[in-house]
């Protein structure tokens, strides 16, 4: 798939990579085919491929049918797939829109017709997938703090803006399409230069061991807290999912808002590890300090989305 300098939103991802082993035939085949192809479109295509949909007449801010692509990567021998699921992302994304914008602004961005349309859709599909969930969050303008939960520190891999390298599309070697949103190559130069790159990527059981030990803290230290219900949500997320998935945190297209010197010493999941490990301690007040040094980081970040 072709490639172009143009970049679309600016937005994180939570991922999780399944074994082929967890997908039932026949779908297990076609992705064992499909990781066998080669290097995979990244995410920048399929957003790309979404937003076109808002520029057709009429109006198709989700496909008319599910993708059949995905992002692959193979670790320590294993493959395992995100598929994208781009329909299904359509969809809850509309609901969420509802929820977020006033019925003015929602109603001259996708008509009531529109949108009834795409609701009723949805009800039939659900009606014949109840167990279905997307293998992709994602969060525009910021990283949500909940997500920061589930990785440590020495789980970081940044890549800063150069030429070539493995790491162009966002990815490693041995791993195909599971690179950022955005990574994508600038035209004009002698030689493609990629983005830089940040993510996190942790075997499902120790994500899944943090989200418990961080809820542990969190009531310990506090009987109404908002991040107790979103970590909650991020857990029953992570439980759908085989035991040996990956999961994967990447900055997406925040790499293109925030200065690569600032993205270099982004150390967001240890701040985070650092506040609940006090909050452990009973150290409310060196909790408070790195909960302090997260929000002015990421406050800066959220108010670009407001800039002219």
Not at 236 to 248: A, G, I, Q, T, Y
Request: charged content about 30%.
């Amino acid at each position: 798939m072709a490639r172009s300098s143009v970049m679309v939103p600016y937005a994180s991802y939570l991922r999780v990579y399944e074994p082929l082993a967890a997908f039932p035939e026949p779908e297990r085949s076609y992705w064992y085919a499909y990781a066998g192809r080669g290097a995979a479109p990244g995410a920048q295509e399929e957003l790309r491929a979404s937003l076109a949909g808002l520029a057709r007449v009429p109006q198709a801010p989700v496909p008319d049918r599910e993708s059949r692509e995905a992002f692959v990567a193979e670790v320590g021998g294993v493959v395992h797939v995100c598929p994208w699921r781009t329909r299904l992302r359509g969809w809850l994304a509309l609901k969420e829109l509802k929820e977020e914008l006033p019925p003015a602004v929602l109603d001259a961005l996708l008509p009531p017709a529109v949108r009834g349309r795409l609701e009723a859709d949805h009800e039939r599909w659900r009606g014949e997938n109840p167990d279905a969930r997307p293998w992709i969050r994602s969060a525009a303008w910021h990283v949500p703090v909940r997500w920061f939960v589930l990785f440590d520190d020495a789980e970081r891999v940044y890549e800063p803006a150069g030429f070539g390298g493995p790491a162009a599309d966002g990815g490693e070697p041995g791993s195909q399409g599971a690179g950022t949103e955005g990574a994508g190559v600038q035209e004009g130069a002698d030689k493609p230069r990629p983005a830089p790159s940040l993510r996190y990527r942790t075997p499902m059981v120790q994500a899944r061991r943090r989200v418990a030990r961080g809820l542990r803290a969190l009531r310990e230290a506090s009987e109404e807290d908002s991040m107790i219900e979103s970590l909650v949500d991020v857990g029953r997320w992570l439980e759908d999912f085989h035991p040996r998935s990956l999961v994967e945190l990447d900055y997406g297209g925040l790499v293109h808002v925030i200065p690569e010197g600032r993205l270099a010493q982004d150390r967001s999941a240890a701040d985070v590890g650092e506040g609940l490990a006090a909050l452990r301690e009973g150290d409310g007040v060196a909790a408070g300090r790195a909960y302090e040094r997260l929000t002015a980081r990421w406050r800066g970040v959220r108010e670009l989305q407001y800039a002219s």
